[in-house]
């Protein structure tokens, strides 16, 4: 090879060391800085897009707030702005229950205990689903003792307002 490299006239020599940089900073070029800047470009574009996606995070997590402070509201104004003793006797009135209530106890900030005797099964479960659908009033705890009549219950009861 240095043969040859001897044998080159002078204009040849500075032509072949021209070529060999040219493809050098070609090389260098396609090789390393255009896939660097590629990824770059391709980085930035992957913050931004998270950096839309946190924003849309963001302005739903204070919509939903806003929502269920709506909703509290919404729940209170439904149950009338009554208290929960109120809605329970309301509501056990609507369904015939109030004689079967033997006792109606506060629980805590957000509950009742309700001791309900010689009650009809089926009216206990209407006066129940009433109470979550219509008040948001959930069973929390149920203790159902069976009667010699048929269809006749004694229960136990501990119900909360749905948060």
Do not use: C
């Amino acid at each position: 090879m240095k043969e040859q490299w001897q044998q080159l006239s002078l204009r040849e020599k500075r032509l072949v060391i021209i070529t060999a940089i040219v493809v050098t900073v070609t090389l260098l070029y396609f090789m390393i800085w255009e896939p660097l800047q590629d990824g770059i470009q391709t980085s930035r574009v992957r913050v931004n897009a998270q950096a839309n996606t946190l924003h849309q995070v963001r302005e739903q997590a204070a919509e939903a707030g806003q929502l269920r402070a709506t909703k509290s509201r919404k729940d209170a104004n439904a149950r009338g702005g009554g208290s929960l003793l109120v809605i329970i006797e309301r509501t056990a009135q609507q369904k015939n229950l109030k004689s079967s209530l033997q006792k109606v106890q506060p629980e805590g900030q957000d509950g009742v205990r309700v001791w309900v005797e010689n009650a009809a099964f089926d009216q206990l479960i209407d006066w129940l689903a009433l109470l979550e659908n219509k008040n948001t009033i959930y069973v929390s705890e149920i203790i159902i003792e069976r009667q010699k009549e048929p269809g006749r219950i004694n229960s136990r009861i501990l119900l909360r307002v749905a948060s």
